[in-house]
T-cell receptor
Framework: NAGVTQTPKFQVLKTGQSMTLQCAQD?????MYWYRQDPGMGLRLIYY???????DKGEVPNGYNVSRLNKREFSLRLESAAPSQTSVYFC????????????FGSGTRLTVV | QQQVKQSPQSLIVQKGGISIINCAYE??????FPWYQQFPGKGPALLIA?????SEKKEGRFTISFNKSAKQFSLHIMDSQPGDSATYFC??????????FGKGTRLHILP
């Protein structure tokens, strides 16, 4: 069982470049999330999708866009990367209903120079 | 607005000792309180979770204590082992389907 798969695992971008982080889950989960993790800041929600066809902003959405392509896939796009977006990005998914935990992917380490 | 406050930021415990991490929340609508464990280079993994209708939940060496009136909950790791060295996150969620995380505690168990 793959669970939540993120690609790429590592990426270096120059300021102003764009890229898309890919996420796919094979657990038939309804909800999917993108978080960023920075030292001392914990995990901060960027965007989430409660179900296919819907997306909502989280705590730190500026500079990002998302697409819920289908039930399995949820991508995160940086249109014009900035050094402040250097971070580790985690995708997660969750079954419908409030009292279940997330399943996280293994992360994408992004450096913007 | 930080809705889940976690302490301490870092913790060093001798092998065999008890590790205790504390969290406090503000939103009384939260009804699910998970703890996550994260090893370097890996994504967080669900460790144990509790609902507010119980005061304690135990799974092996890991126990959550929950105090609804004080809006506090804590993770206790009994007989701590070097393999428990990791970053631990407390979290909370309500009906809006989002999980709010604390800032994490870096735990180091001395061999």
């Amino acid at each position: 069982n793959a669970g939540v798969t993120q690609t790429p695992k590592f990426q270096v971008l120059k300021t102003g470049q764009s890229m898309t982080l890919q996420c796919a889950q094979d657990m038939n989960h309804n909800s999917m999330y993108w978080y960023r993790q920075d030292p001392g800041m914990g995990l901060r929600l960027i965007y989430y999708s409660a179900s296919e066809g819907t997306t909502d902003k989280g705590e730190v959405p500026n500079g990002y866009n998302v697409s819920r392509l289908n039930k399995r896939e949820f991508s995160l796009r940086l249109e014009s990367a900035a050094p402040s977006q250097t971070s580790v990005y985690f995708c997660a998914s969750r079954p419908i209903g409030g009292q279940y935990g997330y399943t996280f992917g293994s992360g994408t380490r992004l450096t913007v120079v | 607005q930080q809705q889940v406050k976690q302490s301490p930021q870092s913790l060093i415990v001798q092998k065999g000792g008890i590790s205790i991490i504390n969290c406090a929340y503000e939103n009384t609508a939260f009804d699910y309180f998970p703890w996550y464990q994260q090893f370097p280079g890996k994504g967080p993994a669900l460790l144990i979770a509790i609902r507010p209708d119980v005061s304690e939940k135990k799974e092996g060496r890991f126990t959550i204590s929950f105090n609804k009136s004080a809006k506090q909950f804590s993770l206790h790791i009994m007989d701590s082992q070097p393999g428990d060295s990791a970053t631990y996150f407390c979290a909370a969620s309500g009906r809006d389907d989002k999980i709010i995380f604390g800032k994490g505690t870096r735990l180091h168990i001395l061999p």
